[in-house]
């Protein structure tokens, strides 16, 4: 299988923003959670604007949540 | 109904359209073709099996399609979905045109050489035509849960 080259934090920050759930970053990105676990398994690159969209739930700047290899 | 924890809907709902196309599709094949073969295709033996096809196609969608959406959370399309339909229908499409083009050979070949194949009548080509359809749209399906399972 490609590997991504971009890869994520997502399950740190999740873990750091209260033990959020999968299915609470999932609403609150507007994406199934069959896409948030595709992207803590380093399995699925999201678009621009849906890493926007995920930082801005951590409330963090995008190069923390996302990093390209 | 633990199992259905595992796939999404979307994913079940494409499970279960795959088996509807597989199961309809081989029924009505397995009763049209040997009225193919035995020229026999006219309106009498070929309207029961339509019926049944549409009948049984009603059903099934409706009990299926109802259990998969009573069990398990209806989502609305992100991004990824409706990036693996996109790649889906590139597959879908390359399985109709490749098909197409086999039939204008087909015909082109039946033209030529008639006594060798036997004769190349509308109904088989409406025949092949629906396997085509067929194909394809099974071809879509199994791309989109080849890619919803790998990603998972």
Known sequence: MKEQRIKNQIRRLRFEADEMTQAELAEKARVTRQTIIALEAQKYSPSLELAFRIAKVFNVPLEEAFQFD | ?152
């Open chain 2, 1 to 152: 109904m633990k199992f259905l924890n595992n796939y999404s809907n979307r994913e079940l709902n494409i499970w279960a359209e795959l088996a509807l196309n597989i199961l309809v599709s081989l029924y009505f094949i397995s009763k049209i073709y040997p009225l193919l073969i035995n020229d026999q295709f006219n309106s009498e033996p070929i309207l029961p099996v339509i019926f049944t096809t549409i009948i049984f196609s009603i059903v099934y969608s409706i009990i299926v399609f109802g259990v998969i959406n009573i069990f398990t959370k209806q989502e609305e399309k992100d991004e990824r979905d409706y990036l693996y339909e996109l790649n889906s229908y590139k597959i879908s499409y390359y399985i109709s045109q490749g098909g197409i083009l086999g039939i204008i050979c087909l015909i082109l070949f039946n033209v030529l050489y008639q006594e060798n194949v036997g004769l190349l009548t509308p109904p088989k080509i409406a025949m092949i035509f629906l396997i085509i359809a067929v194909l394809s749209s099974t071809g879509k399906s199994l791309i989109q849960l080849f890619n919803y399972r790998k990603s998972i």
